[in-house]
């Protein structure tokens, strides 16, 4: 069973796609959790998901807006999607019926 | 973030593995983090790699297998030295008096004490900067903090090992503020941390290209941690005598073998620079590792 926070960056790279690396990861789980995310929580975590076999990483081009400092580049493998899977599963059978489940749904979005 | 900021920024990052340092620093300048913000971020991260390394087993004998007693025997040497050298040089300066030159047998005398004493610091610069070497090499990644332990340890010596021997004999020379006090800490930093310093940083060069041989590694090893336990009971015994823990002659024995064994690292560089003189850097002494 996947980490909260293991969770939340396998999303975060399969929603980026082909542009998922460490910078971009962190920018959207920072959105979406609205909270920081500290760089070494991101690679201690990206580490350990690879070691799992949940994602695969590969060093992308260097860019001059990054000066000139190569991208770590995230790809989500089908391990990967499976575990997130089953961990959303899990995740919304539990809300199902609770009380907050209702008070999301009826806050504005 | 200013230049300055960078700077610290990068000396930071050095304690992480090469290529991740790109991918971290590029990720902190496409973000536009503050200097705080960044600096805390690598610092997390550092801290992370570094906790999980201290984890396995290897670096725990490193630091307590060969700094600790290295660092010790080191400490205990430099003052042995600074004392025994104190004086002669005690005896020469400042009881000087040129009409003495002219006395062939102190002519003879001064040449050999000026010899046994260069001898004696050209002994310790080696073995300081040999241990240096040994540390550095030992593992890329956990080097550098085994190296400011062993460096920060070697500095401490100054103050925990610098009570000079208050022998009534020896009084004069240690009543003078400046063999008592400064000549131990020049010796230390001069003779010890210096080279100490140099052989750390070599060896971290030897270690990400063709580290020594493990065969090496453990009897250099457990040459070091023998003749720190000897020195360390010897240093106890010079300071609270006790006719049980005094030195035998089967430790002065085993002390004279292993003086030449600690030179077993140097040796092998020296042989494998030869070998790939004449036969070309494929043909070094060992493979490399990882």
């Known amino acids: 069973m996947l980490g909260e926070f293991e969770y939340l960056l396998l999303t975060a790279a399969a929603r980026l796609g082909s542009q998922a690396y460490g910078a971009s990861i962190r920018q959207e789980i920072e959105r979406a959790a609205g909270r920081r995310c500290s760089i070494g929580a991101l690679y201690t975590t990206l580490d350990r998901l690879e070691s799992k076999g949940l994602l695969k990483t590969h060093m992308g081009d260097p860019t001059p807006q990054r000066g000139g400092r190569p991208k770590r580049m995230v790809r989500v493998t089908a391990k990967g999607v499976q575990a997130a899977s089953e961990f959303y599963a899990a995740v919304t059978c539990m809300t199902r019926g609770v009380a907050w489940e209702a008070r999301r749904e009826m806050a504005p979005s | 973030m200013n230049r300055m900021e960078w700077w610290l920024l990068g000396a930071l990052a050095r304690l992480l593995e090469p290529h991740e340092r790109g991918t971290v620093l590029g990720d902190i300048a496409e973000s536009g983090e503050s200097a705080a913000q960044a600096l805390a971020g690598v610092t997390g991260l550092v801290i992370r790699r570094q906790a999980a390394l201290w984890c396995g087993w290897q670096p725990w004998l490193t630091l307590l297998g060969l700094v600790v007693p290295l660092a010790m025997l080191l400490n205990i040497n430099s003052h042995q030295t600074a004392d025994g050298s104190a004086i002669p040089l005690w005896m020469y300066v ?153 030195p035998t002659l089967w430790e002065s024995q085993l002390l004279r073998f292993e003086d030449l064994l600690v030179y077993l690292p140097m040796v092998y560089l020296a042989a494998r620079a030869v070998a790939s003189l004449f036969h070309g850097p494929r043909a070094a002494l060992s493979r490399p590792v990882n």
């Open chain 2, 94 to 246: 400042n009881n000087w008096e040129t009409s003495d030159l002219h006395n062939a047998g102190f002519r003879l005398l001064l040449a050999q004490n000026a010899a046994v004493i260069l001898l004696r610091y050209l002994k310790l610069a080696a073995w300081s900067w040999t241990g240096g070497l040994v540390l550095g090499s030992l593992s890329r990644r956990t080097s550098r903090i085994n190296g400011a332990l062993f460096l920060l340890a070697l500095a401490s010596g100054v103050v925990l090992f610098g009570v000079p021997p208050r022998l009534g004999v020896n009084q004069p020379v240690f009543s003078v503020g400046f063999y008592r006090d400064w000549f131990p800490a020049i010796v230390q930093f001069g003779l010890v941390i210096a080279p100490a310093l140099w052989g750390v940083r070599r060896g971290i060069r030897i270690s990400s290209n063709r580290p020594l041989p493990r065969i090496i590694l453990a009897t250099w090893m457990a040459v070091i941690f023998t003749m720190a336990v000897i020195s360390v009971k010897n240093w106890i015994w010079w300071r609270l005598p006790n006719p049980d823990l005094q």
